[in-house]
């Protein structure tokens, strides 16, 4: 079956510092992967995506990397803002279009 | 365009009873998946729907079911309410290309 794990269930970051939020997933055969930011009370917001053919895609302030030698993806967030506050999921889909969810890591910016 | 809409936003019922949440789509996506979302289980998929079938179907007892109309909203239905159903319950919708899944806000339920 699929799993999708986080390494770390919280996160606390300086205002200004990079926020790094990693993610493990299990189907190498999965070929596309999203970051979902979550904040309280609402659905999870699409921040940035991936296609299994790129090792790294930049958005504004965040990037996702993705090594598909160890199954693993990460999301950068540069200059991290009180507003980035949420908790943060990774995406995986597999090859039948099904999509997985990590359970989140909550990341907390202290001002 | 318009996002993707939940109603109601909180809904609060009583163990036994049932209930009907609804989502309507991004103008255009013609897949909507439901998910339950609890804090010690994460996002658990429910179902989803593509053209009025349903396509793929997760690991939830038969008192969950759903159904889509021929707009593409969809409605899922809890039946005979338990506890543990209280829940954030989201929808996400694609088109047809298979990316841009986008959720909706959610509907809180509370069983009491």
């Known amino acids: 079956g699929e799993s999708v794990g986080l390494h770390l269930p919280t996160l606390s970051v300086q205002e200004g510092d990079n926020s790094i939020i990693n993610c493990a997933y299990s189907n190498s055969a999965s070929d596309y992967f999203i970051w979902y930011k979550q904040e309280s009370g609402k659905g999870p917001q699409f921040i940035i995506d991936?296609?299994?053919?790129?090792d790294k895609r930049q958005g504004q302030r965040v990037t996702v990397l993705l090594n598909k030698t160890v199954k693993h993806l990460s999301l950068q967030i540069a200059a991290t803002q009180p507003g980035d506050s949420a908790v943060y999921f990774c995406a995986e889909k597999d090859t039948g279009n099904q999509f997985y969810f990590g359970t989140g890591t909550s990341l907390t910016v202290i001002p | 365009k318009a996002g993707v809409t939940q109603t109601p936003r909180y809904l609060i019922k009583t163990r036994g009873q049932q209930v009907t949440l609804s989502c309507s789509p991004i103008?255009?996506?013609?897949?909507v998946s439901w998910y339950q979302q609890t804090p010690g289980q994460g996002l658990q998929f429910l179902f989803e729907?593509?053209?009025?079938?349903?396509?793929n179907k997760g690991n939830f007892p038969g008192r969950f079911s759903g159904r889509q109309f021929s707009n593409s909203r969809s409605e899922m239905n809890v039946s005979t309410l338990e506890l543990g159903d209280s829940a954030l319950y989201l929808c996400?919708?694609?088109?047809?290309?298979?990316?841009?899944?986008?959720f909706g806000s959610g509907t809180r339920l509370t069983v009491v």
């Open positions: 729907y593509f053209s009025e079938t349903q396509r």
């Open positions: 996400a919708t694609r088109g047809d290309s298979l990316y841009g899944y986008t």
């Open positions: 991936i296609r299994s053919n790129m």
């Open positions: 103008s255009g996506h013609r897949s």
